[in-house]
Protein backbone atom coordinates (compact mmCIF):
# COMPACT_ATOMS: atom_id res chain seq x y z
CA UNK A 1 0.00 0.00 0.00
CA UNK A 2 1.46 3.63 -1.05
CA UNK A 3 1.55 5.94 1.85
CA UNK A 4 1.51 9.46 1.02
CA UNK A 5 3.22 12.01 3.53
CA UNK A 6 2.46 15.77 2.56
CA UNK A 7 4.15 18.84 4.33
CA UNK A 8 4.65 22.22 4.13
CA UNK A 9 1.62 24.13 5.02
CA UNK A 10 1.04 26.74 7.11
CA UNK A 11 -0.26 30.49 7.86
CA UNK A 12 1.43 33.22 4.94
CA UNK A 13 0.57 36.77 4.30
CA UNK A 14 -1.28 37.25 0.82
CA UNK A 15 1.29 37.67 -1.45
CA UNK A 16 3.84 35.67 -0.46
CA UNK A 17 4.88 31.65 -0.66
CA UNK A 18 4.59 28.26 0.22
CA UNK A 19 6.02 24.95 -1.01
CA UNK A 20 4.13 22.26 -0.23
CA UNK A 21 6.30 18.38 -0.96
CA UNK A 22 4.29 14.80 -1.01
CA UNK A 23 6.56 11.84 -0.80
CA UNK A 24 4.96 8.17 -1.45
CA UNK A 25 6.78 6.18 0.93
CA UNK A 26 7.51 3.33 -1.89
CA UNK A 27 7.65 3.25 -6.05
CA UNK A 28 5.00 4.22 -7.88
CA UNK A 29 3.66 2.16 -10.79
CA UNK A 30 4.03 4.12 -13.84
CA UNK A 31 2.55 5.77 -15.91
CA UNK A 32 0.51 7.74 -13.05
CA UNK A 33 -0.38 11.54 -12.79
CA UNK A 34 0.81 13.03 -9.33
CA UNK A 35 -1.26 16.26 -8.41
CA UNK A 36 -2.66 18.54 -5.93
CA UNK A 37 -6.29 19.34 -5.15
CA UNK A 38 -7.99 21.71 -2.19
CA UNK A 39 -10.77 21.83 -0.28
CA UNK A 40 -11.78 24.92 1.31
CA UNK A 41 -14.33 25.20 4.39
CA UNK A 42 -18.03 24.68 3.18
CA UNK A 43 -16.46 23.84 -0.54
CA UNK A 44 -16.16 21.01 -2.94
CA UNK A 45 -12.28 19.54 -3.41
CA UNK A 46 -11.08 20.95 -6.82
CA UNK A 47 -8.14 20.01 -8.73
CA UNK A 48 -5.41 22.72 -8.27
CA UNK A 49 -2.32 20.88 -10.71
CA UNK A 50 -1.81 17.85 -11.77
CA UNK A 51 1.30 16.80 -13.49
CA UNK A 52 1.77 13.15 -15.80
CA UNK A 53 5.12 10.75 -15.83
CA UNK A 54 6.29 12.80 -18.23
CA UNK A 55 6.05 15.97 -16.74
CA UNK A 56 3.17 17.56 -19.03
CA UNK A 57 1.41 19.71 -16.20
CA UNK A 58 -2.18 21.28 -16.10
CA UNK A 59 -3.67 23.86 -13.67
CA UNK A 60 -7.18 25.33 -12.66
CA UNK A 61 -7.77 28.43 -14.19
CA UNK A 62 -7.32 30.18 -10.99
CA UNK A 63 -3.72 29.48 -9.65
CA UNK A 64 -1.99 29.71 -13.85
CA UNK A 65 1.11 32.18 -13.50
CA UNK A 66 0.97 31.70 -9.39
CA UNK A 67 1.89 27.64 -8.78
CA UNK A 68 4.39 25.53 -9.94
CA UNK A 69 3.76 21.59 -10.09
CA UNK A 70 6.84 19.69 -9.99
CA UNK A 71 8.02 16.10 -9.42
CA UNK A 72 11.33 13.92 -8.97
CA UNK A 73 10.81 10.58 -9.98
CA UNK A 74 13.80 9.27 -7.96
CA UNK A 75 11.93 10.38 -4.67
CA UNK A 76 8.23 9.36 -5.72
CA UNK A 77 7.53 13.21 -4.70
CA UNK A 78 5.76 15.51 -5.93
CA UNK A 79 5.86 19.22 -5.23
CA UNK A 80 3.79 22.52 -4.97
CA UNK A 81 5.33 26.20 -5.62
CA UNK A 82 2.91 28.29 -4.45
CA UNK A 83 3.27 32.35 -5.41
CA UNK A 84 1.47 35.37 -4.91
CA UNK A 85 -0.87 33.94 -2.55
CA UNK A 86 -4.39 35.34 -2.08
CA UNK A 87 -6.86 34.46 0.96
CA UNK A 88 -9.00 32.49 -1.42
CA UNK A 89 -6.21 29.82 -1.95
CA UNK A 90 -6.84 29.03 2.23
CA UNK A 91 -8.08 25.71 1.89
CA UNK A 92 -6.39 21.86 3.06
CA UNK A 93 -4.26 20.82 0.10
CA UNK A 94 -4.76 17.17 -0.86
CA UNK A 95 -1.55 15.13 -2.51
CA UNK A 96 -2.88 12.72 -5.15
CA UNK A 97 -1.61 10.14 -6.87
CA UNK A 98 -3.26 8.47 -10.04
CA UNK A 99 -2.14 5.04 -11.27
CA UNK A 100 -3.21 4.66 -15.23
CA UNK A 101 -3.55 1.24 -14.95
CA UNK A 102 -6.20 0.19 -12.98
CA UNK A 103 -7.06 3.16 -12.25
CA UNK A 104 -6.27 3.31 -8.66
CA UNK A 105 -6.14 6.58 -6.22
CA UNK A 106 -3.84 7.47 -3.44
CA UNK A 107 -4.45 10.92 -1.45
CA UNK A 108 -2.25 12.17 1.14
CA UNK A 109 -3.94 13.29 4.72
CA UNK A 110 -4.03 17.19 3.69
CA UNK A 111 -2.07 20.02 4.92
CA UNK A 112 -3.60 23.23 5.82
CA UNK A 113 -2.81 26.36 4.45
CA UNK A 114 -4.00 29.70 5.53
CA UNK A 115 -3.45 33.42 3.88
CA UNK A 116 -4.27 35.62 5.52
CA UNK A 117 -4.34 39.49 5.06
Known amino acids: QVQLVESGGGLVQVGGSLRLSCAAT????????MGWYRQAPGKQRELVAT???????NYADSVKGRFTISRDNAKNTVYLQMNSLKPEDTAVYYC???????????WGQGTQVTVSS
Open 96 to 106: NVHIIYGSTDY
Open 26 to 33: RNIFSPNH
Open 51 to 57: ITSGSIT
